[in-house]
């Protein structure tokens, strides 16, 4: 597991560094010591990242409730990532208000800071269909994210192409369920048509700190579903166009039709 922990890691930070690449930027001057930083207006997950040229400098960080956040502050409240001339942090669940930055630059002349939302990444580790019967599919899934956190799910029925792509797709199930932890849910197929290799498609979509992160998947495996209660087509009809009179009449009373209701 501690493989998965550590891609889901350098995925955020690859993505973080890209993020704030295109984000607000502050550049600190000599004269000043301490200066807000950002305002945000509900609970968001935070990134922040300082640049500096010549010496890695002092950084810490106060909330609006005048917590302070720094490297090696107790409970893991802020993470803290070291690259060559770049340092990352990442506030979780950073309460709304104003957030300021304290800091002693040393010999830096200049720190460049810049700072943006950003959202957990959530994974489905495992999906498959354990069983098809009575006119359901039995299946279950695995979700992984770095805390046990409420999702909402979306299971559809999928028909892909010869590149396994999903080139349509019909809505089964919606649903909700909780990441780390196996979900294991029964996908009504009775509004299906006939067919002989659909594949179930899962998406799933978490709120991570403000933001909406969402992963899919799509069944290895093809099932075959028949449904005895699709409509059949009529077998016996009788057509006739007049071109002169510019008409079409078709005629299908040989046909009988059973178990309707007027």
Not at 131 to 141: D, K, P, Q, R, V
Not at 204 to 221: C, I, P
């Amino acid at each position: 597991m501690s493989h998965i922990k550590n891609s889901r890691k350098v995925l955020v930070l690859l993505f973080i560094a890209i993020v704030l690449l295109f984000t607000a930027s502050v550049t600190v001057s000599a004269e000043l010591r301490s200066k807000v930083l950002f305002t945000i207006n509900e609970t968001r997950n935070m990134a922040i990242s300082v640049s500096y040229s010549s010496e890695v400098p002092v950084i810490s960080f106060i909330g609006p409730d005048g917590e302070k956040y720094y490297d090696g502050v107790p409970d893991n409240k802020i993470s803290v990532e070291y690259t060559e001339g770049v340092i990352y942090y990442m506030i979780s669940n950073a309460m709304p208000g104003d957030w300021t930055i304290e800091y002693d630059k040393l010999s830096n002349p200049t720190l460049e800071i810049t700072y943006a939302p950003y959202a957990e990444i959530v994974r489905i580790e495992r999906f498959i269909v354990e069983s098809i019967e009575n006119e359901a599919a039995n299946i279950s899934f695995d979700v992984s994210y770095i805390d046990n956190s409420d999702f909402e799910y979306i299971v559809s029925a999928a028909i892909t192409n010869e590149n396994n792509t999903v080139t349509g797709q019909k809505e089964l199930l919606k649903g909700s369920g909780s990441s780390n932890t196996t979900t294991s849910v029964k996908v009504p197929l009775s509004s299906l048509s006939s067919y002989d290799r659909y594949h179930l498609k899962l998406e799933v979509y978490l709120d991570s700190g403000g933001l909406e992160t969402f992963d899919t998947a799509v069944t290895e495996e093809s099932f075959s579903y028949d449904n005895n209660r699709e409509p059949k087509g009529i077998n016996d009809f009788y057509a006739e166009i007049n071109l002169t009179e510019e008409s079409l009449l078709i005629d299908w009373s040989s046909e009988s039709v059973y178990n309707c209701q007027e």
